[in-house]
């Protein structure tokens, strides 16, 4: 399949700049495989979507404030953008303005927190060690929220503290939000729970390559960055037990259909952790999944890749259309499509 047919014509005004003032009033397209029917809706009426039995799979990670601004003690400007730690107070980040940083230059951050920047380690990537090896507690006074870039703002606000987390976030270690799961409410949990659809928990930790692009002429030559995950074996359990009763599988974002599709062999889920690479684009036959609840994503990315291989590219294309038409709001603080 060729990238470009992954492209669509979307005006900038609709990319999502902020939130909607409440998680759930955000819109819902509910989008029919087996008819093509295409329906509009407020996603507080989700479950009305839904049947007794099914069951929803959430990604807990939580997004850590992974972006640092601090100075050399030149004086110098220096930002460090932490990806992945590779061993307690070591990290994989990106630093800015990289040439400028030379290798064994220290940087000083708030709260006394100072790290060494060492050598390149992979596409253009440094190492970078801090003076403490619980980074991530001393972000919460050091670092900021990590918004995507396509949000265009000088600074976060201060909701972004919140609403940049989904409500049932508990393991720190994402840089990006898995943000199918923004919608979510208390009131939503309660329809859900009434409605007989249960949900359980699986971690993936989102990386930054979610908004790499895919740059080569076919889907086939493009690689997607491993990011980590732990899938429990109460989920597993559970998700055995819904399919066995004849429930489906609600995968709530591409973070959780890339975890259950790993997981799923011998018809059956299995427990289990590490780093999953598992890319998927047309033709792809899905095993683990029924049903996918995402956001709208960036032309000519792996998510929407994904997208188009669960639902079908013409009826995705057509469904991305109709959402540019009815301006829906697009990106990770935009609107929610579930796919049935």
């Known amino acids: 399949m060729l990238t470009r047919d992954l492209q669509y014509h979307l005006p900038e005004t609709l990319i999502a700049q902020f939130p909607s003032e409440q998680r759930d ?5 509910v989008v029919d495989r087996a008819s093509g029917d295409i329906r509009l809706d407020v996603y507080r009426n989700v479950a ?38 590779t061993e307690p107070g070591c990290w994989v980040a990106l630093v800015r303005p990289s040439a400028k940083v030379k290798p064994g230059a220290h940087v000083h951050f708030a709260g006394g927190l100072e790290a060494r920047v060492e050598e390149v380690v992979e596409e253009g990537k440094r190492r970078v060690c801090f003076n403490h090896a619980e980074v991530i507690e001393r972000l919460e006074q050091a670092g900021e929220i990590p918004l995507p870039p396509y949000i265009k703002r000088k ?16 393991t720190p270690g994402a840089v990006a939000a898995p943000t199918a799961g923004l919608h979510f409410t208390d009131g939503v949990f309660r329809d859900l729970d009434a409605a007989g659809v249960d949900h359980a928990f699986l971690t993936l930790h989102v990386g930054y390559g979610t908004f790499k692009p895919i740059t080569a002429a076919t889907l086939e030559e493009h690689a997607v960055d491993a990011e980590e995950y732990e899938f429990p074996e109460n989920t597993a359990d559970k998700l055995n037990t819904v399919r066995s009763a004849g429930g489906r599988v609600v995968a709530v974002g591409t973070t959780c259909a890339r975890v259950l599709e ?3 062999s011998g018809n059956c889920f299995t427990p289990g952790g590490g780093t999953t690479g598992l890319y998927i684009h047309p033709p792809y036959a899905f095993k683990a999944v029924d049903i996918l609840q995402t956001n709208f994503h960036l032309p000519q990315s792996s998510l929407l890749a994904l997208v188009c291989a669960f639902g079908g590219y013409d009826l995705i294309m057509e469904a991305y259309r109709r959402a540019v038409a009815e301006k829906f709001r697009f990106y990770s603080y935009g609107d929610v499509m579930l796919i049935r």
Do not use: P, W
């Open 262 to 264: 790993t997981r799923f």
């Open 155 to 170: 600074k976060e606000d201060r909701h972004d503290a919140e609403r940049y987390q989904t409500l049932y976030a508990r």
């Open 48 to 85: 009305r979507y839904l049947q007794r039995g099914d069951c929803m799979v959430l990604n807990n990670t939580r997004v850590i404030r992974a972006r640092l601004h601090g100075h050399k003690a030149s004086g110098g400007r220096v930002e460090v953008f932490l990806l992945r730690e």
């Open 25 to 29: 009033e955000s819109r819902l397209m």
